[in-house]
């Protein structure tokens, strides 16, 4: 059986090392422990992880979030270049100009466009604002259609993500 391929956006990352979420931080530990560690998927990131990480102010918590890819290092970085980063540009502001992502929040754009593009089974995130909502994930998969990305994926979060033995 094939692996999934899921996308974690920043928020995943985050909350393995959050204080004020502890259900949500525990969650995310089970999820690395149990699924990541285990590579019981196949589990991506992009730059733009990357780079919402590095404008973390606190440089001992920036150390710690960037931590996480030399302790699981089975995490892939997708990397876009040359026609990709501008089909990358081009639907991330699709879903901005088509009202399913707000105009301050391109990042949430981009972290969908990577999961749309390198066909993602799942975007995994703690946002259920703008992307770990079904109603989000609904209005992405028609434009997405609408456009030609026929892949589908979902828009989930860890606690959606469990695997039996």
């Not at 270049?81 to 391109?106: C, D, F, S």
């Not at 754009?109 to 909502?133: E, G, K, P, R, V």
């Amino acid at each position: 059986m094939k692996k999934l391929k899921v996308y974690l956006d920043t928020s995943i990352i985050n909350f393995l090392y959050v204080d004020d979420s502890p259900e949500y931080r525990k969650a995310t530990e089970v999820f690395f422990n149990n699924v990541v560690a285990k590579n019981k998927i196949d589990t991506y990131i992009s730059n733009i992880v990357i780079d919402e990480i590095n404008k973390t102010d606190d440089r001992s918590r920036r150390s710690t979030l960037l931590g996480t890819f030399e302790k699981y290092t089975n995490i892939k970085n997708l990397v876009a270049e040359n026609e990709t980063l501008n089909e990358i540009a081009i639907l991330g502001e699709n879903y901005i100009k088509n009202g399913i992502i707000p105009p301050k929040k391109i990042s949430d754009s981009l972290h969908i466009t990577y999961s749309t593009i390198f066909q993602m089974d799942i975007l995994l995130s703690w946002n259920f604002q703008h992307l770990a909502n079904i109603n989000k994930e609904q209005k992405v998969i028609i434009l997405n259609r609408t456009l030609g990305y026929n892949y589908p994926f979902r828009m989930a979060n860890p606690l959606e993500v469990y695997f039996e033995e």
